[in-house]
């Protein structure tokens, strides 16, 4: 063979490899598109079901910020209130505090009810809800109780009759004799009770009303009038300004004054803003009270200085200013949790357009179990997650995309 010179069979096999190696480039590139193009267009599946699934679970919660200034550091009695827009759903209304803890609260004729420690200067709470939902109201553990004529808590019990506050009984003492205190009423008065206050409404416009973990009563009328108050005569002294023991039979003092305690080894006082008032010692230790609209009883061990910082809480009120809401917006996982509970076959024909899914989110599972025999898609699609006290996690949804 001379030297250049190639065969014409060398040239025939070289064809035949070349066209085999096209031809499998070719096929092999035929196999590869298509399940190439069906798996983004799964994946691509898998993100448009993740949206449809954020924007079915997603919701607002409104954190409005609550400044309460006091000046003394105390349990305070606070009721704000609050008009919320029509579309506001008020079972969702709920109070918490800056450490981010929510507290025993109540929403009632328009006013936000709740009784938190406050400390001299300011304190910082937040009002929470939402809008357009349908949530089951909160429920509390509490230590106030209201049922037939009585109402209750750890500290005192309280028993209510047409004429008014039949009895007190302060830490198993009986701190009321006779008819008790005569508010001038002559109606059975109607109850409103929640986990943290409870109020004896009469129909003639006085309204007594009762707190969680606190030894005050509240009384307020829309009218002045003559309220009694039959003390027992085991409490010996009394205080208007000076320390004096109760003497002997008849009129004690009359005076205008804002504070009055009747105390011996325990203690009740009676607070108001200008009260004309005047203590007798007749069958029972009788303070009576002239022209009022509203005062405070209140319940102590010891003697009269044991009430003095209430005294002041009631005199000078703290005062409270609701702040423009802001809004914490992302998933919940409450709704996701219910969603779930759906029927699986409509939020597949609903969400995901027909093709078989899992979603995992931290503890939460949504859909049925992945196949381990068929081509599953995984996605992550990262969310905020907004929990019923506004606070935020960013976390994502696991999602896994299949066709049965």
Known sequence: MKKGFVALDEIIGLVIFLMIVSVSFYYLSYISKPQETFSSVLKQEAFDFAENIEGNITWTVY?????????????ATIEKKFYPSQN????????????????????????I???????????????????????DSRTYATDLNAFGVWVNNSLMNVSFATTGISKIEFNGLSVLQGVGANLTTSSVPDLTSSAVRAKRAYDNGIDVKIYNNNSKIIVT?????????????TFTNQYNGSVNPISSAGLQFN???????????????????????????????????????DFEIYLHDGDYTNALTEKDM???????????????????????????????????????????????T???????????????????????????????????????????
């Open 88 to 111: 506001v759903d008020v079972n969702s209304i709920i109070v918490k505090n800056e450490n981010k803890t929510e507290i025993n609260s109540s929403f009632d004729d328009n006013t």
């Open 63 to 75: 954190r409005m910020p609550v400044i309460v200034t006091s000046g003394n550091t105390s349990k």
């Open 221 to 233: 009328s829309n009218h002045t009038f003559n309220p009694v108050i039959y003390i027992t005569k």
């Open 362 to 404: 931290g503890n939460t599972t949504m859909g049925i179990e992945r196949p381990i025999d068929v081509g599953v898609v995984v996605v992550k699609y990262p969310v905020l997650v907004v929990d019923r006290l506004a606070e935020t996690n960013n976390s994502e949804l696991d999602i896994a995309v299949w066709i049965g």
């Open 255 to 293: 005076s205008v004054v804002d504070f009055l305690d009747i105390y011996g080894v325990k203690g009740i006082s009676v607070i108001g803003n200008n009260l004309n008032v005047s203590l007798y010692n007749n069958t029972y230790n009788e303070v009576r009270l002239y022209n009022v609209t």
């Open 113 to 135: 009810i709740f009784t938190p420690n406050v400390v001299q200067g300011k304190n910082n709470y937040f009002v929470l809800y939402t809008k357009d939902t349908a949530l």
């Open 314 to 360: 009631y005199l000078n009120p703290h005062e409270s200013t609701l702040l423009i809401p802001e809004e914490v917006t992302g998933i919940s996982l409450d709704r996701l949790t219910n969603l779930n509970g759906a029927n699986y076959k409509l939020i597949k024909e609903t969400f995901s357009n027909g093709i078989d899914f899992n979603i995992t």
